[in-house]
């Protein structure tokens, strides 16, 4: 089944591929969107703010029942009748039956996505009920018979000609494919829907215990009228739009239109609380609080923060591979980072079980989320569960088990791979075409070869480096430094010795283990974490060096994470994460004062994901590029991903990766630099191979074989 | 910067007109000039006071006082007060339990918003206060939050102005209504 469910979403995604037209679209509207983010949110503290509302959500993801209770008891008492929906059926019936007993015929609803969630148009058609959508997009998307492919722009993925083919089959005449020509369509023919409605349906953005009020915040003014002219008003509303207090309302306020669509307020926020006048009789408002997965969301440790979502859909706007294959590929009803989270626990952990992989891990959703959602982190979680439960496929599962928890098989078989890779690399130090089936893997980019000798068997002994070193560090080296790219190694190790810090090569550190970990292997991760715990802290070094930041991430939170409840390994893995540094902090600490060197050309820096977002460092190594001579242009959105993602850019999703690392080369080949500084072997792989592919003079070099570079001229010179 | 300025500049932004009257004369003037049509005039306190719907009939103006849900698709305009401001987000607050002021100020194309300036706040923590005073005074209520025209950017991302609700607000500042934000 899971075979055919993977075919299946792999048809998916090559459909999405050859969508290029979304595609163009996609990265037009991330592009404009971080732009006009950054504005909207100039004059407050993004991070007090999210802060502040993770802490607002938390407390009422703990006190989840108090505070429904105090909802509850408010809004009945302002005359509202709340209905509580275990599940989606739960949910459906109770409107459907209310549509039944009010004899309706027509409904016309206001956007939610907690309806999509549940298919309530679907439950209303079959009892005879018409379900019009009124939101414009909503309406465009209902019209075409599709989904939403984004939470707060349903009909992102469609165009203007689109549209007014769908319009003309409702006004039976030729519209043109002017948009504001067919927004006021839309306010003709959905005019007189709200005046004849039986019914109203909307959604809510927020619950508040403190006074029974749902605030819905709306830009188009069909809300009002959803709210207003109907006799009954139904409201769907997930139990995680509740929040304590008006304090707190008023803070996603400042966050969550600023998040959505970067702007300051919304045209309409409005706080209704009981059923208000109504000149036709009686008013009735209904509250259908819906649950469906969301305490089983809460009650799930690793997972509960994604309960913090305030629906604003800026995971999706900032995801490289939302933009390349789109809502529909990657999401179900919920789209985006926060869209696979959702649909493991609202639909099924199956549902979501392709979504997982789909991630590249780039973090970018994690540091623009209003909620402060770890949402990478999450979807690792979410893998891991996926693996427990289906395996992780023969192949993985022997590499992760058999050989990477072996150090000296695992060793044994890199050094053996860098002899029989010679009939396919002929040589040089890169592999141009592989044949059969692995081909796809080299057509559009270069793979790099397996070094003749690894940097373990380079390193010059601590005695050769210096004679009286005022530090001595360790090095960890991860397998890319130490296998593909010694170089790298011996460059920081030239630079930490012009520092007069000697650095010695742990001879038993093995892989980090993030491979098996992204892959859902726990076990393995922590077998790997405890291995180089204890072989990197063995000789007491004063700090552990990495130029690698993935391998940095893992010492310095997974390997925490993974033990903390090994009674053996819990607080050298806390000493191991405190001294180690990311290569680049650790010299522009050690090294203030950079010798002066000549000039030296101009140089574009290339933010690694987990280096910028994983670990918070990107002032530094541009600092030291700028230091050692280096003229420094930037790039377009240098920190967007490059298209690596470990496996993702091998075995998972090599298609989706080209797609994503295209775009880094042409941001590349729009500074105008010579030569590409990143600080990350993974990425400088992936960049390497694809400008060498296309036959591109620039040369892509991590920091730190420049920064040694730059020193070594200086010396000369001097 | 004061927070007339502030509220001025924000409201702007958002597509608002937002015209200082210098007197009711000029507040009057201005509705019958730019109605375009028939005007939905609701009760509210700030009308009575300034008697609006006397003046308005004066210059010319067709007004109706009741009976707006027959009425209200054809009206053109729509005159309200507004409880308080916000001067960080250009937002003018309205409580609009009664629904003959609901139905003006989403139906028609125009909505015209009389507002003191001395109502004007600094931000959404600082209407937090009168909110919950609104609140407590009477059950159910709907209170809205209005800034700028209505808008959608569904198509292709073009921002396009005038969906379902006004597809102008104009705020009319007049000194001297009233600074009690429990009434509009």
């Known amino acids: 089944m899971s075979r055919q469910r993977s075919r299946d979403y792999q048809v998916r995604i090559d459909a999405a591929l050859n969508a290029t037209r979304q595609q163009d679209a996609l990265h037009r509207f991330g592009d404009a969107y971080l732009e006009a983010r950054q504005q909207a949110l100039a004059d407050l503290d993004f991070e007090a703010l999210r802060e502040a509302i993770a802490q607002l959500k938390d407390e009422v993801g703990r006190h989840r029942q108090q505070y429904l209770d105090q909802f509850i008891e408010l809004a009945e008492k302002a005359g509202a009748q709340v209905y509580r929906a275990a599940d989606a059926s739960a949910a459906n019936d109770y409107i459907v039956e209310l549509a039944r007993r009010r004899g309706a015929k027509l409904a016309v609803k206001s956007k939610s996505m907690a309806s999509e969630e549940i298919g309530l148009n679907q439950a209303l058609r079959t009892a005879g009920v018409e379900a019009l959508e009124t939101d414009l997009g909503e309406w465009i998307v209902q019209l075409a018979g599709q989904r939403p492919s984004h939470m707060v722009m349903p009909a992102i993925h469609m165009f203007r000609d689109e549209v007014a083919a769908l319009f003309g089959q409702v006004t039976g005449q030729a519209e043109p494919a002017d948009i504001e020509h067919l927004v006021a369509v839309a306010r003709r023919q959905l005019r007189d829907k709200f005046l004849q409605a039986d019914m109203g349906i909307s959604g809510a953005n927020l619950a508040v215990a403190e006074t029974g009020a749902l605030a819905l915040v709306t830009n188009e003014g069909n809300a009002r009228l959803v709210a207003t002219l109907p006799p009954v008003h139904v409201v769907l509303v997930g139990i995680d739009k509740l929040v304590p207090t008006l304090e707190d309302a008023a803070r996603v306020l400042q966050l969550l239109p600023r998040s959505a669509t970067a702007q300051a307020l919304t045209s309409y926020v409005s706080w209704i609380r009981g059923p208000v006048p109504h000149s036709d009789g009686a008013k009735e408002l209904h509250i259908v609080l819906l649950d469906n997965g969301r305490s089983a969301l809460a009650e799930a440790p690793d997972c509960k923060d994604a309960l913090r979502c305030l629906k604003c859909g800026a995971c999706a706007n900032v995801c490289p591979v939302y933009q390349t294959i789109g809502g529909h590929v990657f999401g179900h009803t919920y789209v985006g980072a926060i869209g696979v989270v959702l649909t493991a626990f609202f639909n099924s952990l199956e549902a979501a079980a392709e979504l997982v992989k789909a991630c590249i891990g780039c973090r970018a959703c994690v540091a623009v989320c209003p909620a402060k959602i770890d949402l990478e982190e999450i979807i690792l979680q979410l893998r891991r569960r996926i693996g427990d439960q289906e395996g992780l496929g023969l192949g993985k599962s022997l590499v992760f088990r058999r050989v990477l928890r072996n150090r000296r098989l695992f060793h044994a078989l890199l050094r053996s791979a860098a002899h029989l890779q010679k009939p396919v690399t002929g040589g040089r130090g890169s592999i141009r075409h592989l044949p059969l089936h692995f081909s796809s893997l080299t057509e559009w980019r270069t793979l790099p070869a397996i070094a003749d000798k690894p940097l373990r068997d380079l390193m010059p002994s601590v005695e050769g480096q210096l004679s009286a070193p005022r530090l001595r560090v360790a090095l960890f080296a991860g397998c890319a430094t130490d296998f593909v790219h010694p170089r790298i190694g011996l460059s920081l190790v030239a630079v930490l010795n012009r520092c007069n810090i000697a650095v010695t090569l742990p001879q038993g550190q093995s892989c980090c283990g993030i491979p098996a970990l992204y892959s859902g292997d726990r076990q393995t991760a922590v077998e790997l974490a405890r291995q180089n715990v204890r072989e990197l802290l063995a000789d007491d070094p004063a700090a552990v060096i990495t130029a690698c930041p993935t391998c940095s991430m893992a010492l310095r939170q997974h390997f925490v994470e993974l033990l903390q409840d090994d009674a053996d390994y819990a607080e050298p893995a806390r000493r191991l994460a405190a001294i180690t540094y990311d290569a680049a902090v650790f010299i522009a600490e050690q090294l203030p004062e950079l010798p002066a060197a000549a000039s030296r050309g101009t140089v574009t820096y290339h933010d690694s994901c987990h280096l910028k977002r994983g670990c918070g460092v990107w002032r530094q190594p541009r600092q030291l590029l700028t230091g050692a001579g280096w003229r420094l242009q930037e790039m377009e959105r240098a920190d967007r991903c490059c298209g690596f993602g470990g496996s993702y850019s091998f075995a998972s999703h090599p298609e989706i990766s080209r797609e994503i690392t295209k775009d880094k080369v042409n941001a590349i080949l729009r500074s105008g630099a010579d030569v590409v500084a990143v600080d990350c072997p993974g990425c400088l792989i992936m960049l390497r191979g694809a400008l060498e592919k296309r036959g591109l003079p620039q040369r892509v070099a991590h920091t730190m074989e420049l920064l040694g570079e730059a020193l070594d001229a200086a010396g000369e010179g001097g | ?184």
């Open chain 2, 1 to 184: 910067m004061e927070l007339l300025e502030r509220f001025i500049v924000a409201a702007g932004r958002a597509g608002a007109r937002v015209v200082r009257c210098l007197d009711r004369t000029a507040l009057v003037d201005y509705i019958a000039r730019h109605a375009g049509g028939t005007v939905l005039l609701p009760d509210f306190a700030a009308g009575r006071r300034l008697q609006l719907a006397e003046a308005l009939r004066q210059c010319g103006c067709e007004v109706v006082t009741e009976h707006f849900r027959a009425g209200a698709a054809q009206a053109s305009a729509g005159v309200t007060g507004a409880n308080f401001a916000l001067a960080d987000t250009g937002t003018v607050v309205l409580d609009s339990t009664d629904e003959a002021l609901r139905l003006a100020s989403t139906l028609p194309q125009r909505h015209f918003v009389v507002l003191d300036p001395r109502k004007i706040l600094a931000d959404g923590l600082a209407a937090v206060g009168p909110l919950r005073a609104l609140h407590r005074r009477q059950s159910p209520d709907f209170i809205a939050f209005i800034t700028g025209p209505s808008r959608t950017a569904d198509i292709e991302r073009v921002l396009t102005i005038g969906v379902h609700g006004p597809g102008e607000l104009h705020i009319l500042l007049l000194e001297g209504i009233s600074d009690d934000p429990l009434e509009s």
